[in-house]
């Protein structure tokens, strides 16, 4: 059993969270603030002591960039504050889809926050449905990584279709779309896309048959909502029965709630790794708490025991 004491600290974008996943744990939310100067600069405290903890520091790193830089300076301080062990949790892993140099003279930018947060002096990482699986080999740390996938399909399942189809939105997302297929036991279908330029889709076609069917379409993330609004129009107008979107991280940048709404998806249910906005129409959306997945493997963490036996795939 751990012999240091745990203690818990939000940085501020992902207080609404970390305030669920110490609720669930059973401990209270540590003491901490932030001091914010007239030109934009801030430093965070910790208000308590923190000399031979654990502490476990919870922000998930979507833009702006302020949200990343406030987790370095949390990170930075406890470690000068004696603590044992600083564990980063980051429900959404930023900059993850800056993984690769896919043209020429770009940064790989998911590589470059791997090492900013080991400069910080971070000791493991604990993350959520990663853009990208080799994201992992970029820390020389442990790295946790988390599946949302615990609680999107018992949902699934909750609403007893007999046509159920899971869909692809891309290439890229085939291998987690085939894994719910495959505990789920239904047909598969991809849509493929050609992009013009970043959140700008060209041309799509959807490979497999979806008339008549409940479609579950399964990604990662929704950023614009350019890619997955245009794959249920079209396998709506291929004869689905029902488009939803099952997506764990929802950045909805931009014209995203619009183009959500104006569609033809009929729900689109999304974890609380981001919150989503207040003043958005949001009837589409069903939210789903992933605070007792990381209040239980921060447990298991915590006290050296596994965590392979907590995910369904």
């Known amino acids: 059993m751990a012999i ?28 901490s603030s932030v001091l914010e100067f007239s030109d934009g600069e801030f430093q965070p405290a910790y208000n308590e002591s923190i000399r031979g903890c654990t502490v476990f520091i919870v922000q998930s790193t979507f833009p702006p960039a302020e949200n990343l830089m406030e987790l370095l300076l949390m990170i930075d ?8 062990r600083v564990i980063a949790v980051i429900p959404y892993f930023g900059w993850a889809r800056q993984d690769r140099k896919d043209r020429p003279r770009v940064s790989i930018g998911a590589k470059l926050v791997a090492n900013l947060l080991r ?36 949902y699934i399942q909750s609403l007893k279709s007999e046509n159920l189809v899971i869909a692809a939105p891309d290439m890229g997302g085939v291998k987690r779309a085939n894994a719910y297929a495959s505990y789920l036991k239904t047909p598969m279908v991809i849509c493929h896309k050609q992009r013009e330029k970043a959140n700008v889709i060209g041309h799509m076609t959807v490979i497999g048959e979806v008339e008549g069917k409940d479609v579950i379409v399964i990604d990662d993330m929704i950023d614009t909502a350019g890619t997955i609004t245009k794959a249920a129009d079209m396998m709506k107008e291929k004869g689905a029965a029902t488009v939803r979107a099952v997506v764990t991280h929802p950045v909805l940048s931009g014209p995203a709630y619009d183009r959500i709404n104006r ?14 906005k207040k003043d958005a129409d949001t009837s589409k959306f069903t939210v789903l708490s992933v605070a007792d997945i990381f209040a239980d493997v921060i447990n298991r963490v915590y006290n050296y025991q596994e965590i392979s036996s907590r995910f369904i795939f």
């Open 4 to 31: 240091h004491k745990i203690k818990f600290f939000a940085c501020r974008e992902s207080r609404y969270l970390a305030e669920q996943i110490v609720r669930s744990y059973g401990q209270e939310l540590g003491d």
């Open 119 to 154: 400069a910080a002096g971070v000791d493991r990482i604990m993350t959520m449905d990663l853009h990208a699986d080799q994201i992992q080999g970029f820390f020389d740390i442990p790295v946790d990584h988390l599946y949302a996938s615990g609680i999107f399909a018992p």
């Open 263 to 276: 569609s033809a998806l009929k729900e689109i249910i999304v974890t609380d790794t981001i919150s989503l």
């Open 77 to 84: 301080a406890a470690h000068r504050a004696s603590a044992y």
